[in-house]
């Protein structure tokens, strides 16, 4: 089993910048695939970005090309996602999640654990 915990979240205006952090604990890390997803107000939970255990293969959705960038610290068991030119549309809880596969996945019924969210709001 796998813990996750997510930080870094909070208010910003549009423009600006977050940098959020995914720590897990537990089995090893570098065993699975990662995943950001976010769940506005009133809206399902959609993908936002992946990688794979290496670290070496990403994808985005397309709101989030450019100005998202997902990465991962095997040696420290952490995710990140570093998310730059915010926009109001991006405020949502953010959650991460590790899927038990070498790659990732934009489905949120492929991933088998699940952090419980940081708030991110992009104040216009």
């Known amino acids: 089993q796998v813990q996750l915990v997510e930080s870094g979240g909070g208010l910003v205006q549009a423009g600006g910048s977050l940098r959020l952090a995914c720590a897990a604990s537990?089995?090893?890390?570098?065993?699975?695939?990662m995943g950001w997803f976010r769940q506005a107000p009133g809206k399902e939970r959609e993908f936002v970005a992946t990688?794979?255990?290496?670290?070496?293969?990403?994808y985005y959705v397309d709101s989030v090309k450019g100005r998202f960038t997902i990465s991962r610290d095997n040696a420290v068991d952490t995710v990140y996602l570093q998310m730059n030119s915010l926009k109001p549309e991006d405020t949502a809880v953010y959650y991460c999640?590790?899927?038990?596969?070498?790659?990732?996945?934009?489905?949120?019924?492929?991933?088998?654990?699940w952090g419980r969210g940081t708030q991110v709001t992009v104040s216009s």
């Open positions: 537990g089995r090893t890390f570098s065993s699975y695939a």
């Open positions: 990688i794979n255990r290496s670290g070496y293969a990403t």
């Open positions: 999640a590790a899927r038990s596969r070498s790659g990732g996945s934009t489905v949120v019924y492929d991933y088998d654990y």
